[in-house]
């Protein structure tokens, strides 16, 4: 597959709202290490499969209602959000999967495209500690097709995230 550095706001690379974003905190020099890929890198498995990596360096960043409330999860492309343990790291009555709209309406960028950070609104996230396993994890950069490698320390640094444990786990 080929790839493109984001290069500028006519569709190459990141999204221009996301690429705007790393520039304001100081990362602009990630633009540049944008991939896009012709084929959708929507879900974690399409994404996983563009940039040839496991499936747990993929971050998925997750939108979800706390008593009515957004909040960000960011979790890895191999396992899937415990909605009980965030309720209760959040002290929440009841914890749901966020509809699109309230996505949209919160981050400014569409489910399979959701960067873990650049929203339009600030939100309170979680990020997984199962991320921080690996030197590199990949996340969406407000676009469908577009992927960003970036440290998980860094990651929870500029995504102002909280590291808990709350990956649902197999019996």
């Known amino acids: 597959m080929t790839t493109t550095a984001a290069t500028d706001a006519e569709g190459f690379g ?14 602009g020099e ?9 084929d ?14 496991e499936l747990s360096q993929i971050c998925k960043s997750l939108i ?6 957004p909040v960000l999860v960011l979790m890895d492309g191999a396992s899937r959000v415990d909605v009980e343990l965030v309720r209760k790291e ?8 966020a ?7 919160t981050t400014g960028y569409a ?19 199962s991320l921080l396993e690996h030197d590199t994890v990949w996340a969406a950069a407000g676009d469908p097709h577009a992927v960003f490698p970036i440290a998980p320390d860094a990651l929870v640094a500029h995504a102002g995230a909280t590291v808990v444990d709350v990956r649902e786990r197999t019996a």
């Open 14 to 27: 990141a999204h221009p709202r996301f690429a705007e974003a790393l520039r304001e905190l100081g990362l």
């Open 30 to 38: 990630l633009t540049a290490r944008v991939r896009r890929f012709p």
């Open 90 to 97: 959040l002290g929440a009555e009841k914890v749901t999967r």
């Open 64 to 69: 979800f209602a706390a008593d009515g409330v």
């Open 40 to 53: 959708a890198t929507r879900t974690a498995e399409q994404a996983a499969a563009a940039v040839g990596c």
């Open 111 to 129: 489910i399979g495209g959701v960067p873990p950070f650049g929203h339009r609104t600030r939100t309170r996230v979680l990020a997984d500690r």
């Open 99 to 105: 509809k699109a709209d309230v996505v949209r309406e």
